[in-house]
């Protein structure tokens, strides 16, 4: 039996004592953990709680596994949104199959729980939006997908907005770029797959009434349509114009969470074409910039939240002052005077009811709604136990996925997992 792991492999050291000689499926190890909302999977998935961290294992065929691990690490490093592998486990004694080990996305949503919730609203435009941009930057990459469906993506909450995370890679195909064709391919399935998942919803009574799943499928290719446009289109500019056209397409791209690699003009007559070569990079500029002045890792639009917060702040510095503040030095006295204190006060009972960034944007938003109500700015203290108080003791629970109870394994052992994958075979199928 043999462990492949990415170093420094101190975090999953742990896992080394799980009883590998027998099916996943059949462990009673007192580090399994259950997962709220978990999504459906053609494989035993189990997760494990060890040194503070959750793993996902998922066992499947040797090469399969493999080939899912080199895919899974070629997609973190061109900074697309998926899970983190981590290692790979082989040559199982008994002829078991292979386990496949990723880090588990903290404070991940599924689809299901998203429409079982609703407390932001219908998620659905939101969803969408998130499928489609996760999908652009696939295959951006040279990524094609082969198996685009609700089930196979996570999502976080990001200041009212979805990010969505690829957490299956096994049918996906790495090429230097991909043609009409293979795009045209994984948009088909993906708009049968997500069609399917939804009325698959419909029957569970988990939809909205107003939420017609043919319309939602149907949608997808539109909306990816118009961002691949927006993206690799080209543009013909004059030389007096040249200047400010590409500095206000830059700043667009930049704004749609992508950065440029390229900008190329070509001679063309009368004007040139503008032709910029959209590089993916791991979404996207402000969550960097945050990162880069606070240390904070947040998703694109919180990060934009914050970044708005901090600015406002330095403002107040420099009124109060009378002086200016370097935006390094508003942003260190943000963090240790305002968000410190706003999340070092969350209730230990509901920490882990939202990742502490999504807490804090929303308690920006609640302040912002009492202020309204009270005719003048309340203050964020106030807010933020007013927050407490009423608003995060009633995001449900299992919102998010997080460590939950030690469980048994089904009694029912394998026939369960064939249960499952019945189910999922039945959803793909339509």
């Not at 118009?226 to 030389?239: C, G, I, P, S």
């Not at 500095?247 to 040139?272: C, Q, T």
């Not at 189910?423 to 199928?429: M, Y």
Request: with cysteine; glycine share 6%; hydrophobic share 40%.
């Amino acid at each position: 039996m043999r462990f492949v792991f990415l170093p420094p492999a101190d975090s999953t050291a742990g896992l080394l004592s799980l009883p590998w000689q027998e099916p996943i499926g059949e462990w009673t190890d007192d580090r399994l953990v259950e997962i709220r909302q978990r999504g459906l999977s053609r494989h035993v998935v189990r997760f494990v709680a060890e040194g503070g961290e959750l793993f996902a294992l998922k066992e499947l065929d040797e090469r399969l596994a493999r080939r899912e691990y080199r895919l899974l690490r070629r997609l973190r490093e061109v900074g697309i949104p998926s899970v983190e592998v981590l290692g790979v486990v082989v040559d199982r004694p008994g002829d078991l199959d292979a386990v496949l080990v990723t880090r588990f996305l903290d404070h991940s949503i599924s689809y299901r729980a998203l429409f079982a919730s609703q407390r932001a609203g219908p998620p659905a435009d939101r969803l969408l939006d998130a499928m489609v941009e996760l999908l652009v930057r696939l295959h951006l990459a040279g990524f094609m997908w082969g198996d685009c469906s609700l089930s196979n993506t996570l999502f976080l909450l990001d200041a009212g907005a979805l990010a969505a995370y690829l957490v299956d890679a096994e049918t996906a195909e790495m090429h230097p770029t991909l043609t009409d064709g293979q795009r045209r391919y994984d948009l088909e399935l993906a708009s049968e797959r997500v069609g399917g998942e939804l009325f698959d919803l419909q029957a569970a009574r988990l939809l909205p009434d107003e939420v017609d799943p043919i319309e939602v499928a149907e949608e997808i290719p539109r909306r990816y349509g118009a961002l691949w446009w927006e993206l690799t289109r080209e543009d013909t500019v004059t030389k007096s114009e040249q200047r400010y056209r590409i500095a206000e397409r830059l700043r667009r791209l930049n704004e749609l969470g992508f950065d440029v690699d390229e900008v190329e003009l070509v001679d063309a007559g009368e004007g040139s074409k503008l032709r910029l070569r959209t590089r993916v990079a791991e979404p996207g500029h402000h969550r960097r910039l945050l990162f880069k002045r606070t240390g904070l890792d947040a998703q694109e639009n919180q990060a934009r939240r914050l970044l708005n917060d901090i600015a406002g702040y330095r403002g107040y510095l420099e009124r109060t002052g009378r002086q200016q503040v370097p935006e390094v030095v508003a942003a260190n006295k943000w963090l240790a005077e305002i968000y410190d204190p706003v999340v070092g006060a969350i209730p230990a009972d509901l920490r882990n009811r939202l990742d502490e960034v999504e807490i804090f944007h929303e308690i920006l938003e609640h302040r912002w709604f009492l202020s309204e109500q009270a005719g003048r700015d309340i203050g964020t203290t106030a807010a933020r136990d007013d927050y407490f108080a009423r608003v995060l003791p009633s995001v449900p629970a299992d919102l998010t996925a997080a460590v939950g109870t030690p469980r048994p394994p089904d009694p029912r052992g394998a026939a369960a997992d064939e249960d499952i994958d019945a189910e999922v075979e039945a959803d793909l199928t339509g």
